[in-house]
């Protein structure tokens, strides 16, 4: 069964201090893993998808890393509007050929105070 | 350009009740997927369309669930004598294909008094 791990579950942060959020996982056959925000009250928003370990990807003040095992999303001098959940994902190859729904973690509920 | 919408935004019913949740994907995506979030939760896969066909339904809770997307196009999904806890955020999100990233709707929530 694909299970996916994050953490820490609540991360308080000052505005301009980098950090980094951890999602853990366990698939068969990794497809992809995808990284979404998500602000109260609203659906996810995409941010990135990571294919392989060794990858890497970038937007404004987040970037995307990933290990055979785990993946990192760094943020760097986080800004008040950067607070969010944010959620990790794995999606498996389908036995019949095409990609599973999602599995999600819980997520990081990130608080970004000026 | 429009992203995925969901209708209503929110439906409040009671017990033992039957509805119906509308999902309208980004026009051209071709996979078309309904997930459930519940308070502090990520959100749990349901049902995967890809065109008209639900390729994995393996995620439906029960048998009192059931969507279908009969023109390849919008999605139902069907709730049948509704428990309390059915109660959570009914998400949609739609893909060009099953090999793409998944845009999300806004959600339904769904509250069974």
């Known amino acids: 069964e694909d299970q996916v791990t994050q953490s820490p579950e609540a991360l308080r942060l000052q505005e301009g201090e980098s950090s980094s959020l951890n999602c853990s996982y366990t698939?068969?056959?990794?497809?992809?893993l995808f990284w979404y925000r998500q602000d109260p009250g609203k659906g996810p928003e995409f941010l990135f998808t990571?294919?392989?370990a060794g990858e890497e990807k970038e937007k404004e003040r987040l970037k995307a890393t990933l290990t055979k095992k785990e993946s990192f999303l760094h943020i760097t001098a986080p800004k008040p509007e950067d607070s969010a959940t944010y959620l990790c994902?794995?999606?498996?190859?389908?036995?019949?050929?095409?990609?599973?729904?999602?599995?999600f973690g819980k997520g990081t509920h990130l608080i970004i105070q000026p | 350009g429009a992203g995925v919408s969901q209708t209503p935004s929110n439906k409040v019913t009671e017990k033992g009740k039957y509805v119906e949740l509308r999902c309208d994907p980004i026009?051209?995506?071709?996979?078309l997927y309904w997930y459930r979030q519940s308070l502090g939760q990520g959100p749990e896969f349901l049902i995967y369309?890809?065109?008209?066909?639900?390729?994995?339904d393996s995620g439906l809770p029960n048998d009192r669930f059931f969507a279908v997307r009969p023109e390849g196009s919008v999605s139902t999904l069907k709730i049948q004598r509704t428990e309390r806890g059915d109660s959570a955020v009914y998400l949609c999100?739609?893909?060009?294909?099953?090999?793409?990233?998944?845009?999300f709707g806004p959600g339904t929530r769904l509250t069974v008094l």
């Open positions: 999100a739609s893909s060009l294909d099953s090999n793409n990233e998944q845009f």
């Open positions: 698939v068969s056959g990794l497809r992809g």
């Open positions: 990571l294919y392989s």
């Open positions: 994902a794995v999606q498996a190859y389908h036995s019949g050929g095409g990609a599973d729904g999602l599995t």
């Open positions: 026009s051209g995506h071709t996979a």
């Open positions: 369309f890809q065109g008209t066909g639900a390729a994995d």
